[in-house]
Antibody
Framework: EVQLVESGGGLVKPGGSLRLSCAASRFPFSNAWMSWVRQAPGKGLEWVGRIKSKADGGAIDYATPVKGRFTISRDDSKNTLYLQMNSLSTEDTAVYYC??????????????WGQGALVIVSS | DIQMTQSPSSLSASVGDRVTITCRASQTVSNLLNWYQQRPGKAPKVLIYAASSLQSGVPSRFSGSGSGTDFTLTISSLQPEDFATYYCQQSYSIPWTFGQGTKLDIK
């Protein structure tokens, strides 16, 4: 069974930084397109950004609210995805999910999900 | 960015009922529309991709339809485990965007 396990969440002060990790197992991580999706408390889902596989060019895209502050990267030798978050604000408080995208033809969807990592930005 | 709007935002229904949730995109997304179910405290789970394709392992009481800007998710006969929040999501263009969610609870 595919596993995605996030770590690195916690409490951080406004303006601070945090790095989330997502350890992947039981699927070909290096071929996967990976996304981060977040969910503020009691709110809906919001896509944060995505990194393609190196074989597909490794392009990275970000949602507007995090562009310039968040950085997505991957280490295929460690089957691990990262989310470096800088200049955090209270609006970044959320559960952050690591997802592996599924691709069927031209359709892309969030196929596998981690259990989520809670990030709280508060003074 | 493509805006996704779901209706209703909440819905009360009974076991055995047939339920339909709609999702409208602010511009065409062709058939690149996915549906997710999220139970409280859990990660979302994909139900339908490409508007009408049932994800492996998802019960056949779930179905999706639509193309362009208007889509529906139908649950033919509600089961107790179906009471959850449902989200649509477009994968037509980056940034991927979700609807605001439809919370389905027990009447």
């Amino acid at each position: 069974e595919v596993q995605l396990v996030e770590s690195g969440g916690g409490l951080v002060k406004p303006g601070g930084s945090l790095r989330l990790s997502c350890a992947a197992s039981r699927f070909p991580f290096s071929n996967a397109w990976m996304s981060w999706v977040r969910q503020a408390p009691g709110k809906g889902l919001e896509w944060v950004g995505r990194i393609k596989s190196k074989a597909d060019g490794g392009a990275i895209d970000y949602a507007t609210p995090v562009k310039g502050r968040f950085t997505i990267s991957r280490d295929d030798s460690k089957n691990t995805l990262y989310l470096q978050m800088n200049s955090l604000s209270t609006e970044d408080t959320a559960v952050y999910y690591c997802t592996a995208e599924g691709v069927v033809g031209t359709s892309v969807f969030f196929h596998y999900w981690g259990q989520g990592a809670l990030v709280i930005v508060s003074s | 960015d493509i805006q996704m709007t779901q209706s209703p935002s909440s819905l009360s229904a009974s076991v055995g009922d047939r339920v339909t949730i709609t999702c409208r995109a602010s511009q065409t997304v062709s058939n690149l529309l996915n549906w997710y179910q999220q139970r409280p405290g859990k990660a979302p789970k994909v139900l339908i991709y490409a508007a009408s394709s049932l994800q492996s392992g998802v019960p056949s009481r779930f179905s999706g339809s639509g193309s362009g800007t208007d889509f529906t998710l139908t649950i033919s006969s509600l089961q107790p485990e179906d009471f959850a929040t449902y989200y649509c999501q477009q994968s037509y263009s980056i940034p991927w965007t979700f609807g605001q969610g439809t919370k389905l609870d027990i009447k």
